[in-house]
């Protein structure tokens, strides 16, 4: 079905496990280029390396940029998430490395990141193509059962244990 064809459209169920991972950088001292740049640019390179081989398990990503850049990626599990960051033949790894060795005592540059496997959620798309979570798992119109965000919400809740 194409994406421009229907005007609201929510998310497939996910996979157990699936994993949302947010990354960003916060640049202090802008004038340290020599600190945040090489920070910046591994973010894409990363992304770059995670596209070329879908079998690491990223399933799909989003670079913001701004005031504080971020990555939203979506993987098949934390599992897979966190081989990627410990593969020495990834690029992760020896950026982590020169980033704890160079880096993590100045304050020049800080880098966070949040980790959340997927459970109760709910996404909506209006006017545009899906985005986020339906993006990177499937998506299907909006209709009886998934109209309202209470109901997309509450649609993968298991039912309430009794005795």
Same mark, same amino acid.
């Given at each position: 079905?194409?994406?421009?064809? +229907? ?6 169920? @996910? ?40 079998? +690491?398990?990223?399933?799909? +990503? ?15 599990? +934390? ?8 593969? @020495? ?44 979570? %339906? ?8 209709? @009886?059962?998934?109209?309202? %965000? ?8 298991? %039912?309430?244990?009794?005795?």
């Amino acid at each position: 079905m194409s994406a421009r064809r +229907a005007a609201r459209t929510t998310n497939d169920t @996910p996979p157990p496990g699936t994993t949302l991972f947010l990354i960003g950088v916060r640049v202090t001292r802008p004038w340290r280029v020599r600190a945040w740049l090489p920070v910046l640019t591994s973010m894409s390179r990363m992304l770059i390396h995670l596209r070329r081989r879908p079998d +690491a398990g990223m399933l799909d +990503a989003r670079l913001y940029l701004g005031g504080s850049p971020m990555v939203l990626s979506y993987w098949r599990s +934390a599992d897979d998430l966190r081989r990627f960051a410990s593969d @020495p033949d990834a690029p992760h790894l020896s950026m982590w490395r020169w980033f704890n060795r160079e880096l993590a005592d100045t304050d020049s540059v800080g880098i966070w990141h949040e980790t959340y496997v997927i459970g109760e959620h709910e996404t909506i798309s209006s006017g545009m193509p899906p985005q986020g979570l %339906a993006r990177a798992v499937g998506w299907h119109p909006v209709g @009886p059962g998934t109209a309202t %965000a209470s109901a997309r919400l509450t649609r993968n809740r298991p %039912a309430p244990q009794r005795g």
